[in-house]
């Protein structure tokens, strides 16, 4: 049983992951990286438990508020930048790396 509800787990993880790829060959557009990003959160405190340390990574990856001006990140709600350190491009390379850490683990 335990076994089944961990491939269950890598499963919907590896999902999210390979949405990634989606997301890049979209633009990537704003509005469905955050989309995207509140659903892997979600999905990650659902697997691990609120407050699990793979939850609270992943949303500092995510969430973190941009380093520059023109990208403020979700807390200013203002829509991000594509390029640079804090991009959305950037962004996703962080998270798909995280994401590949978490599913070996689970």
């Given at each position: 049983?335990?076994e089944?509800?961990?491939?269950?787990?890598?499963?919907?993880?590896?999902?999210s992951?390979?949405?990634?790829?989606?997301?890049?060959?979209?633009?990537?557009?704003?509005?469905?990286?955050?989309?995207?990003?509140?659903?892997?959160?979600?999905?990650?405190?659902?697997?691990?438990?609120?407050?699990?340390?793979?939850?609270?990574?992943?949303?500092?990856?995510?969430?973190?508020?941009?380093?520059?001006?023109?990208?403020?990140?979700?807390?200013?709600?203002?829509?991000?930048?594509?390029?640079?350190?804090?991009?959305?491009?950037?962004?996703l390379?962080?998270?798909?790396?995280?994401?590949?850490?978490?599913?070996?683990?689970?």
């Open positions: 049983m335990q089944t509800v961990r491939g269950k787990a890598r499963d919907l993880l590896t999902g992951k390979d949405r990634i790829q989606r997301l890049r060959a979209m633009g990537p557009n704003p509005f469905d990286y955050w989309i995207w990003a509140d659903e892997t959160a979600q999905l990650l405190e659902t697997v691990f438990g609120k407050g699990a340390p793979q939850a609270l990574l992943f949303a500092e990856v995510v969430y973190e508020r941009g380093r520059t001006f023109d990208q403020r990140g979700a807390m200013d709600n203002m829509t991000l930048g594509i390029h640079g350190d804090w991009g959305i491009r950037a962004r390379d962080r998270a798909e790396v995280m994401l590949e850490r978490i599913i070996g683990d689970v």
